[in-house]
């Protein structure tokens, strides 16, 4: 069973292509996004299909459970866009990246 999430991009949206995955994330490899794909379906999050065609296809779909987090992921999405710059002042008051201990 699919969540219906009408009006939202990539898997939120319904089936999405692994190809179009792969472009709409570009920091991730994609072996990254194979391994995470997988590991998510694994948790019954994202539903993946593979077509036996050439080329292959592979659509990946959130499940009902997976959709279920999709409201808390994006609030957290959004928190951490209204703080981006806050957290950054913090950081290099702190001394950049470097890890203190």
Sequence with gaps: MHADLGGHDDLAGGDARYSDLDTTIPAVSRRMLTLTLKRLQRDGMVDRTAYAEVPPRVECSLTDLGASLLSA?????????????????HQNAYGGNATHE
């Design 73 to 89: 992921i994006q609030h957290l999405a959004a928190w951490s866009s209204e703080y981006h710059d806050e957290i950054r002042r």
